[in-house]
């Protein structure tokens, strides 16, 4: 799942600036359109492109354009055929803010039509036929009309008879039919399904052209790589993602892609369609290195947790070894995975887990629409987590300038100004790492009823304590790689910066799991007076703060151990709360006009690759002659 999705944002400007188009689509009156897209803070995505080889830049250009591409396909399940979409809006700012929210809808701001003619925002996206309600559909249908590469549409004449030629009119070569299955309602009518590889078809052929290029240019340089991308081009024009994701974990490669269907926020109906998206990724190599240093300290970590025993179990580094055939399959080691549904997996004797950094170079669809992600973690496949694991994604660049635009200055307003001096970058990119790594710490199964996982015990409460507990073991691992002289800086530096991201993440509401997770970490710290919130603004008392955190790491842990429902609703209603003090201080953000979230300036031209795709159009244009 992706950070940061689920942003609500407090509308408190009321200036009127609406679109005076004269003719063509207006705005909604009174929305005031340009002051929220003021909001957004544009930056540009670079990669320092001298590292890359000739042939990952000509590569790089061809992974851009089979993003564009999905985005394109994005449109269409959001809202409808971007250009239609954007037809006859005159007015540029309007345009442009159609554009981000990939729709009418104001995305961070509850989904709030601003153009004029429509009213809310379909639940179903165009996933399914207006007002859809699955009670209509004979209960033995519904989970096969749930696929998530799947649209359900209703079944309309056309579908089922080709139009005939008029009188005097030459019969017309018929078009390949789509691939649908009809399914009937209880009313008697009925509806189809029609699979993504089908509907979509003419627009994922040229998202696969764009990966067989992308494929042809860097085969020499990193042969993985490409039997990759050819694998999972075919994923997308046969909507079988299992074997292409297995793959995907395995890479090591420079350069980088997630791409196809993927998250399924944006449908509010079943919560089951996935969206396409696509995200184009230059490795950091660099801080790869340091990250599996800092892996490897896990077991040793868990071990000094502050907690009984039973609340952390042994971790164990020798988990076995992943041997791979020049292809870079997992080489068959006896065991297979046997589960209905799926093709049949081998067994990997470790995990396949990774903890990358990127620079992201390209957003596109679903993760580019609304609040941006800075962190990825996929595949989302339950079974292919459980058995090989997930690749943490973290987004160097993309995470730097939502510090630069939004951490920062908010911290300008509300951290006492004498830690200001402390709140840096490298702090809270190791933060938001080390929250990463210790969701691998603590236990996953209650310490009494070993059977019963922790997400099974605290249900619907689950991720918001899980999310804290990564936030406060994230903290403490922070606290003893600094103590073992493996971080650099003042200890201060991670503390102050911590409690600045606060007030970024619950600036939108305590809704999310990570904004309950927020207060309760920042109301633990306030009861306890570890910060204090003075006139010049909030000061961290970080001796006393390294202690409280230690006993909130011993609380959550013992709440998850022991799937103590009663103790983490009760934690929940007392400290995941906003108070009215913290609220007070929060509107002073929005006075300052803070930016809510960023967009991107992105593409072949930001990159300054122009040239890796005019040379290859000049080339072409010479062969025909
Ligand atoms: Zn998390």
């Given at each position: 799942m992706a950070l940061n999705k689920v942003y609500r944002f407090v509308l408190i400007a009321i200036a009127v600036v609406s679109a005076s188009a004269s003719f063509g689509q207006k705005a909604v009156k009174g929305y005031p359109v340009a002051e929220r897209l003021a909001s957004y803070k544009k930056i540009s995505l670079k990669t320092d492109t001298s590292l890359l080889s000739e042939a990952e830049r000509k590569c790089l250009v061809h992974l851009i354009k089979a993003a564009q591409k999905a985005d394109e396909i994005f449109w269409k399940q959001a809202f409808k055929e971007k250009s239609k979409a954007l037809e006859?809006?005159?007015?540029?700012?309007?345009r442009r803010f159609v554009e981000i929210n990939y729709g009418p809808w104001d995305r961070l701001n509850d989904?709030?039509?601003?153009?004029?003619?429509?009213?809310?925002?379909?639940?179903?996206?165009?996933?399914?036929?207006?007002?859809?309600?699955?009670?209509?559909?004979?209960?033995?249908?519904?989970?096969?009309?749930?696929?998530?590469?799947?649209?359900?549409?209703?079944?309309?004449?056309?579908?089922?008879?080709?139009?005939?030629?008029?009188?005097?009119?030459?019969?017309?070569?018929?078009?390949?039919?789509?691939?649908?299955?009809?399914?009937?309602?209880?009313?008697?009518?009925?509806?189809?399904?029609?699979?993504?590889?089908?509907?979509?078809?003419?627009?994922?052929?040229?998202?696969?052209?764009?990966?067989?290029?992308?494929?042809?240019?860097?085969?020499?340089?990193?042969?993985?790589?490409?039997?990759?991308?050819?694998?999972?081009?075919?994923?997308?024009?046969?909507?079988?993602?299992?074997?292409?994701?297995?793959?995907w974990m395995t890479l090591k490669s420079h350069l980088d892609i997630v791409i196809g269907p993927i998250e399924n926020y944006e449908d509010k109906l079943l919560g089951t369609k996935t969206s396409f998206e696509a995200y184009v990724l230059v490795r950091d190599r660099e801080w790869g290195v340091k990250l599996e240093k800092y892996v490897s300290y896990l077991p040793e970590l868990q071990a000094n947790i502050p907690v009984e025993a039973a609340y952390k179990p042994i971790i164990s580094n020798n988990t076995g070894v992943n041997q791979f055939d020049e292809n870079g399959n997992i080489m068959p080691s006896g065991d297979m995975i046997d589960?209905?549904?799926?093709?049949?997996?081998?067994?990997?004797?470790?995990?396949?887990?990774?903890?990358?950094?990127?620079?992201?170079?390209?957003?596109?669809?679903?993760?580019?629409?609304?609040?941006?992600?800075?962190?990825?973690?996929?595949?989302?496949?339950?079974?292919?987590?459980?058995?090989?694991?997930?690749?943490?994604?973290?987004?160097?660049?993309?995470?730097k300038a939502k510090f630069e635009e939004i951490v920062k200055p908010i911290s300008q307003i509300l951290v006492d100004p004498s830690q200001?001096?402390?709140?840096?970058?490298?702090?809270?990119?190791?933060?938001?790492?080390?929250?990463?790594?210790?969701?691998?710490?603590?236990?996953?199964?209650?310490?009494?009823?070993?059977?019963?996982?922790?997400?099974?015990?605290?249900?619907?409460?689950?991720?918001?304590?899980?999310e804290c507990k990564a936030d406060v073991l994230g903290l403490y691992m922070v606290t003893q790689l600094f103590n073992k002289g493996e971080l650099t800086g003042s200890l201060d530096d991670y503390y102050v910066t911590f409690v600045s991201s606060v007030f970024r993440s619950v600036r939108f509401g305590a809704a999310s799991a990570h904004g309950k997770a927020n207060m309760i970490t920042f109301n633990t710290l306030l009861n306890s007076g570890c910060i204090v919130s003075g006139k010049k603004g909030y000061y961290v008392n970080v001796v006393e703060m390294k202690a409280v955190i230690e006993k909130l790491a011993a609380e959550l842990l013992h709440?998850?151990?022991?799937?103590?429902?009663?103790?983490?609703?009760?934690?929940?209603?007392?400290?995941?709360?906003?108070?009215?003090?913290?609220?007070?201080?929060?509107?002073?953000?929005?006075?300052?006009?803070?930016?809510?979230?960023?967009?991107?300036?992105?593409?072949?031209?930001?990159?300054?690759?122009?040239?890796?795709?005019?040379?290859?159009?000049?080339?072409?244009?010479?062969?025909?002659k």
């Open positions: 006859g809006i005159k007015n540029d700012t309007l989904d709030k039509p601003f153009l004029q003619g429509y009213g809310a925002k379909p639940k179903g996206g165009n996933f399914y036929p207006e007002n859809f309600d699955i009670n209509t559909v004979p209960p033995n249908f519904r989970e096969r009309l749930m696929l998530p590469y799947s649209i359900v549409k209703p079944l309309s004449k056309a579908d089922l008879m080709p139009p005939q030629p008029k009188k005097g009119e030459k019969p017309k070569m018929p078009e390949r039919p789509m691939m649908m299955e009809r399914f009937p309602l209880l009313n008697g009518n009925e509806i189809a399904l029609i699979e993504y590889n089908s509907f979509f078809e003419q627009d994922l052929q040229l998202v696969l052209q764009e990966m067989m290029k992308a494929a042809t240019a860097i085969e020499k340089e990193d042969k993985l790589f490409a039997i990759y991308l050819r694998e999972r081009a075919m994923s997308i024009t046969s909507n079988q993602y299992i074997l292409s994701d297995i793959k589960i209905p549904g799926y093709p049949p997996l081998q067994k990997p004797n470790a995990s396949l887990s990774q903890l990358a950094v990127f620079d992201a170079v390209y957003y596109a669809g679903d993760c580019n629409a609304g609040s941006k992600t800075i962190a990825v973690n996929l595949p989302n496949d339950e079974v292919l987590q459980k058995y090989y694991g997930t690749r943490r994604s973290q987004l160097k660049n993309t995470m200001q001096k402390n709140i840096l970058f490298d702090a809270f990119f190791a933060n938001v790492m080390f929250h990463e790594v210790a969701h691998g710490l603590g236990v996953k199964n209650l310490v009494k009823d070993t059977i019963k996982t922790v997400r099974e015990a605290l249900g619907a409460d689950y991720s918001a304590i899980e709440l998850q151990g022991d799937g103590d429902q009663n103790g983490v609703a009760k934690m929940l209603q007392e400290r995941g709360i906003i108070k009215a003090s913290l609220q007070e201080d929060l509107a002073k953000l929005e006075k300052a006009k803070i930016p809510v979230d960023i967009i991107f300036d992105q593409g072949i031209d930001t990159l300054g690759l122009k040239a890796y795709d005019e040379n290859e159009k000049s080339a072409v244009k010479k062969e025909k």
